[in-house]
Structures are given as structure tokens and as C-alpha cells.
């Protein structure tokens, strides 16, 4: 669920509220040994998300130090995983925010606890719309991943010999989200470069950044564009390429008239790459979860212990994966 402007102010208000109820907070005590961290993300049941908790809680069983790890699908929730995570005496969390304005209302409230915050996938916006760049963060490099995902549809068109004129792109939008935006401008600028269609490019903007909000986007565009025989697929992640594959399927689409590609490289391609027929759902850029996890929660920890700022953004890279070498990569990228 994502939230408008004015209900970031309410909870930025609310955050206000608490502090004046409550007094002035003041940092936990800390020494190296005594250090909690919170792992909050916007959908804990996803496979990268779950990843990426799992490999922080492995790094910290190895250097000594606790997860612990908490759902913040909205912004009500995070506020009370911030409390919840004081009261356990943590010193600071990673988070990926189920919406990127509530930036301002989460480092009010994380303030006040004297905690260190690093956003891992989904960078704080402010309120003047302009990405927190005080807050320490980690993410894709979108517009290049975005740009592989390009690169790989026209590559299997080339390779099916479809011609660029009688080709659909349907391009499933997140333009509240920047790293979603980003990507799926990557993808459309390389299939343009490669000399697809513009006007046969058609947007399904989607209300989450997960699979059935993708579908429900989707059908009606198949729908409407029953004119075109082959699509192309891309979004922000593989989640939502699915969602788009399914709708495609339940259109009446088969595998061959569709390419989707997508994002992430999770149990949710995996899941798809193993079944015995192939679907319209070509491949997918993999980037490790696992070092995001892992990396976020080292650069807090060295923060907490040692008090070095992590970088302001570090953008980390991908590969393509598809049912002929997914085993490989994911082995390759610790998956
Ligand atoms: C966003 C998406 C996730 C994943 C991460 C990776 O949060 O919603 O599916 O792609 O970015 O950074």
C-alpha cells in the first residue's frame, strides 16, 4: 500500500506527538558485544526480501551481534517497529520502506531513539522530492539493470525473428517508486535504441511493486491491444513481470507470442525456470540479495561499532539469468 503526501504529514505529526508525550530520548548505551540492529521491509513475504534478512541475521551470528527482523508494509507499521526495536535496545536498523516518502517521518522518529538508519532497495525521498542523501543507502544501479533488461528482449526478438512493427510492449509502471521508474526507463530506452516501436509501447502503472497488483494492471491493456500477436514484458521486478505472464496466459497468450523479463533473480524465477514447459517468462536480471543483506547490515554495524558513516549510495550491478543458466548464476551470486 503506498501512502500521498498528506498522509506522510499526518505521520510525521504523529512522530511529533510522541516525541512531546515522551520527552527527550537519548541513545542507547552500546558496547561492541551489545549490538541490535532491526531488519525492517515493506514485504516480508518476498523472496529477495526474505533473502536479504536471512543474510543479515547469518552475518550476525557470525560477528556476534542480533537481527532482529520485522514487516513494515505500511507506514503505521514501521513507526511501531521503530518503537518496538527501541524497546529491545537497539541501536539503529536497515530498512526498505514501503514508500519512499515517509523518509522524513521515519528519521524523525528514529532521531528521537538517537538510532542509525541505512535504507537498503528503496531510497528515502524528502519532502522536497529529492532523494535523503544523508541517509546511507544501497540499491540497485536501476537505469543500467534496466538497461540489460532492454537488452535482453531485443535480443530473444531478434532471436525468435519478430518484427519490431507488429510487436507490443507492455511496460508495468511504478512512477512513485524512483528506482522503479529508473529501471523501466532503462528497458524502454534500450529497446527504442534497438528499433522497437515507441507507440507500440503501453503502460499498465501498477498500485504495489508485487505480482497480483501487476496482473490486475496488465489485463485490461491485453485486453484493449487484441490487435497484437507478440509482447514484450518488463517492470520493475520479476514479481510484477509475472503478474504481467499470467495475465498474458489468461488472455490466451502462449509462451511463444511473450518475452517477459524481469528483475531480482529470487525464489520467484526459480520457482518459474523449474517448471517443465517454458512461459512467457524469458529471464530475469539477477542481482544478489544476499549481498545486499549482507552489506547494508555490515555498514550499519561498522557504523554502531566503529561510528564510520557508510557511503551515501553504494549501486550494486546484475546479470542475466534465464532457464538455460539459472543454476549457474545463482550459485555464482550466493543465492
Ligand atoms: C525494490 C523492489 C524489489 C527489489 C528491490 C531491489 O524494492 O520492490 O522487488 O527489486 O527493489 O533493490
Redesign the pocket.
Known sequence: MSFKIPMTRTLLGMAVGLALSVGPLTAQAQSDDDVTMGFIV??PE?A?FINEQDAATKLGEEKGFEVVRLSGEDGQQVLSAIDNLHSQGAQGFVI?PPDVRLGPAIMHRAKQYGMKVVT???RFVGTDGEPMENVPHL??SGYKIGQQVGNAIAAEMERRGWDPENVAALRITNYE?P??KARTDGATDALLESGFKKDNIFDAPQQN?DTSSAFAAASPVFAKRGDFEHWVIYA??E?SVLGGVRASEQYGLSADQVIGVG??GSGAAFAEFSREKPTGFHGTVA?S?TM?GRQSAANLYKWITEGEKPPANTETTGTLMTRDNWKDVREELGL
Request: hydrophobic share 35%; proline share 0%; charged share 25%.
Open positions: 515493506k514485504k518476498q529477495w526498505c537498503v532497495d528503496d540499491g540497485m517508486l528506482t522503479a511493486t520493475l521486478n514479481e528483475i531480482n542481482v540479495s545486499h
